[in-house]
């Protein structure tokens, strides 16, 4: 992980020296466990690795959520100036591929983002401003790509969410096995986003909004 977590609960008010020390080592140890452990740990769990007391951490993070919120904001802004770095590549196709791949590198080597993209209970992910933000982007990205005749003109953004939701899934059941096969396995996916006279007509209509939420739910249950 790159950069620890923000201060979701900083009123804004300057902190004594020390607890300002303990703030960042609450918020540095909550980074690295949720890394590598996923969002399951207890607060308990941080307080130690920080080596506080957990009167300290719930002194100004009384609840889990509160650490978790901060972690799903950061990653979101990760993930926007990915795609926002990508609209300054030339190629469109190969920015499409740097996003696809920037964004599974972090996934697979980040517990906590895959279980905040993944839980059941989470509804984060469907807030209607990170869904604007992400969206944009990924629609300019898809439209450069059609105008320069380098994706089929029936992609849309649910293909693009499904396929999303399909490398994730094959990130989580081989990332302590194989942890590079994905990248094979999305070299090939994204053959089929290509059009060509040798490619069939795509079957059916992109997946709609509502469509990708049932499939993503069903899938995180089976889980």
Partial sequence: MSSTLPDASNTGRPLRRDAERNRLRILEAATELFTTRGLDVSLDDIARHAGVGIGTVYRRYPDKQVLIKALFESRIDEFVRVLSDASEIEDPWVALETVFTTMLE?????????????????????????????????????????AAGVIREEVAMGDIAMLHLMMMSMVSATSATEPDLWRRTLALAMTGLRPGAHCAALPGLAPQPHQVDAAMCAWRTAR
């Fill in 106 to 146: 972090r996934e697979s080597c980040d517990r906590g983002i895959m279980d905040l993209l993944l839980r059941a209970d989470d509804t984060l992910t469907k807030s209607q401003d990170v869904h604007e933000r992400i969206t944009e982007l990924f629609e300019a990205l898809l439209a450069r790509g059609k």
